[in-house]
């Protein structure tokens, strides 16, 4: 049984005439084994039967369908399945997507936000990271910025909360998504902004009875107290201000000014940001700013 019609043999030119593909690419099938070696014709020329011709027929059917040879090699030596080949391809291609998905938005976010060229290989090297990956270089920036830490001082229970990453990139990341992966990179990669969490750590570490309680049940007043404050532009030191401290802390205030820095050194916008970055990616409903409510009082504290 033979490959040509009228019961001859194929060359290689004519077979990949046939298959609609280079000559090169039959020669390198052939010499890869994908088919038995060819007979040969008295010249030396290759020329390949009919059972040939069906065996590379697939073989091209498959490589059209992004099988490695690899793939194809097992396949084609029934040691798997049709069926588990398919299956492994379809992972195959459900990655490459995801990948094109955040290329697409990648050059989406580059467009819309004009983004240097030095912010684009970070954001892209982002979107590319592993899971573990992702998550290895969040869970690096809290390992420096808690080493030390007491796990049960009260600034600790923050760095389970700041590891807190999506298992997986969403499949089709908005915008907003892949800026947040660049800004919480910056965030994570800058000594300075670790110092600073290191440094409200350490203050929760050291915390005294005595010390006011600015983090406690009543925080959630003072910040309603500071953004109405923001809202009716009452400035620090003004009458309007006074009223309202008194209104939160009482006639007697006690020291105004420890409580300000008590204040300061737990109030940070970068670190009220960090979570907010957090929030987008993992889709957590979006919270309103605390830190300006918390600036106003502290500014306030101090004014007079």
């Known amino acids: 049984m033979v490959g040509g ?27 890869a084994g994908l088919v ?3 007979a040969r014709s008295a010249g030396g020329y290759r020329l390949y039967d009919a059972a040939a011709v069906a065996r590379l027929d697939l073989v091209r059917t498959l490589r059209e369908l992004g099988l490695g ?11 798997c399945t049709v069926a588990e080949v398919a299956a492994e391809h379809v992972r195959a291609l459900d990655a490459e997507i995801r990948l094109l998905r955040l290329r697409r938005t990648l050059l989406r976010f580059v467009a819309a936000a004009g983004t240097t060229t030095e912010e684009m290989g970070i954001v892209h090297d982002l979107a590319t990271l592993s899971a573990r990956e992702r998550q290895q270089l969040i869970d690096e920036f809290v390992a420096r910025a808690f080493e030390g830490v007491p796990e049960d ?10 590891r807190t990453l999506p298992a997986e990139l969403p499949e089709d990341p908005t915008p907003e998504q892949v800026g947040a992966w ?3 990179a910056r965030l994570a990669a800058d000594p300075a902004f670790a110092g600073r969490v290191r440094e409200m750590a350490l203050a929760g570490a050291g915390a005294t009875p005595e010390e006011p309680d600015t983090l406690g049940a009543d925080a959630g007043r003072m910040v309603s107290l500071g953004r109405r404050a923001l809202r009716d532009r009452v400035a620090p030191g003004s009458p309007a201000a006074e009223a309202l401290v008194v209104e939160w802390l009482g006639e007697d205030a006690g020291d105004r000014e420890r409580l ?9 916008a970068r670190v009220e940001r960090y979570w907010q970055l957090l929030g987008v990616l993992n889709d957590w409903p ?11 009082w502290i500014a306030s504290l101090r004014a007079r």
């Open 286 to 296: 979006p919270f309103e700013p605390s830190v300006p409510a918390v600036e106003w």
């Open 5 to 31: 019609v009228d019961g001859t043999a194929l060359t290689i030119g004519e077979l990949a005439a046939r298959l609609g593909v280079p000559v090169r690419t039959v020669r390198f099938w052939s010499d």
């Open 69 to 79: 040879l690899p793939a194809v090699r097992e396949l084609l030596a029934r040691r």
């Open 153 to 162: 001082a009260p600034g600790a229970g923050i760095a389970a909360g700041m």
């Open 260 to 268: 300000a820095d008590r204040l300061a050194t737990f109030t940070d």
């Open 182 to 184: 660049l800004e919480l």
């Open 36 to 38: 038995d070696p060819p």
